[in-house]
C-alpha cells in the first residue's frame, strides 16, 4: 500500500480528513465534534485508536471544534504552529470558560518539515485570516499528497508546494456570481472575497489552466460553501479548466462533502 486519503468533513460546518501510509494515521484538522470523527471513521472501517496524531492547519472553529475531545479521549499528540495554539486556547478560555490543555502539545514551524511515523509532513503558510495558517503537503512511499484550503489567492509558494502531488485537496469555495447575488451581509461576501479569505471556483480554475503541473491522480475540491456554490457548478468549472490543458483523462475528480465522508482514495 502507499497512501490514502479520507474526506471525513468538508465545508464551513466542519473539516476534517485522514492521511495515511501502511503504518501511520493522520488526522487532518478536527472540525467537527469526536463523536461525529468516530463515527465518521468507522463507517469507513477505521479505528479512531489507529491515529498516529492531529495535525491543525488554524483555529477557526470549522477545524477546531472537536480537537480538545478527540485529543482527550484519543492522548495522542497535536501538532499546530505556537500561534495557532495560543489563538485555540484563548477562543476556547474564552467560550467556553475552560482552561485549556492538551496533553500532548507538538509545536511546529511553518515551512519546517517534520515527521509522524513514516509520513514526511511539510507546512506551508497560506494567506488566511488566521494567526498562522497552514497548508500540508504529505509524503511516503513515493507518494505526494498536498492539502490546500481557506486561502484568499494562490501565491506562487503554495504553488510551489503543490508540485508534484499525486493527490491534490483544493479549496473551491465559491462561485463569485453566486456569492455576489447571495444572501451574505457585503461585510461577509467582502471578506470571503478578500485576500485573506476564501479561494472560488474560478480562482481554482485560473491555477488549473496557468500554474498546475497536472500530476494528481486524483483532484478533490473541498471547503465548498452550501450557500454561494453548487458541487455541480464547482465540478464543471474545474473539469473545464483541467480539460483545457488535456489533463481530464489523468485527473479524477472528486467533490468533498460536509455532511458524509468520501470513500478513501487510495494511491
Ligand atoms: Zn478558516
Ligand atoms: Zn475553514
Redesign the pocket.
Known amino acids: 500500500m502507499g497512501m490514502s486519503v479520507s474526506m471525513l468533513a468538508s465545508g464551513s460546518r466542519g473539516n476534517c480528513a485522514m492521511v495515511s501510509s501502511a503504518s501511520t494515521n493522520i488526522l487532518v484538522d478536527a472540525g467537527i465534534s469526536g463523536r461525529e470523527t468516530f463515527k465518521r471513521m468507522k463507517a469507513l472501517g477505521e479505528d479512531p485508536h489507529s491515529l498516529s496524531a492531529i495535525l491543525i492547519t ?1 483555529e ?1 472553529s ?2 477546531i471544534y472537536g480537537l480538545a475531545t478527540l485529543a482527550k479521549r484519543l492522548r495522542i499528540p497535536v501538532f499546530m504552529t505556537g500561534a495557532t495554539h495560543q489563538a485555540w486556547a484563548r477562543a476556547l478560555r474564552d467560550q467556553r470558560g475552560e482552561k485549556p490543555k492538551l496533553e500532548k502539545f507538538e509545536r511546529f514551524e511553518s515551512g519546517h518539515r517534520f515527521q509522524v511515523g513514516d509520513i514526511e509532513v511539510k507546512p506551508f503558510t497560506i494567506p ?3 494567526a498562522d ?1 497552514v497548508g500540508f503537503t504529505f509524503r511516503a512511499e513515493g507518494v505526494k499528497v498536498g492539502f490546500a484550503t ?1 486561502l484568499g489567492y494562490l501565491p506562487v509558494s503554495v504553488r510551489d508546494h503543490l508540485r508534484g502531488c499525486d493527490v491534490l485537496v483544493m479549496e473551491s469555495n465559491h462561485d463569485l456570481e453566486m456569492l455576489r447575488v447571495g444572501p451574505y451581509p457585503w461585510s461577509v461576501k467582502q471578506r470571503v472575497m478578500s485576500r485573506v479569505g476564501h479561494l472560488s471556483n474560478e480562482a481554482l480554475a485560473n491555477f488549473f489552466i496557468n500554474d498546475y503541473d497536472n500530476s494528481a491522480t486524483f483532484v478533490v475540491l473541498a471547503h465548498l460553501s452550501e450557500q454561494n456554490n453548487h458541487p455541480e457548478i464547482a465540478r464543471r468549472e474545474a473539469e473545464k479548466a483541467l480539460s483545457a490543458r488535456g489533463g481530464l483523462f489523468h485527473n479524477r475528480v472528486l467533490l468533498a462533502a460536509q455532511t458524509e465522508a468520501l470513500p478513501p482514495i487510495r494511491l
Open positions: 488554524h477557526h470549522d477545524h488566511h485570516d488566521a495558517p481557506d
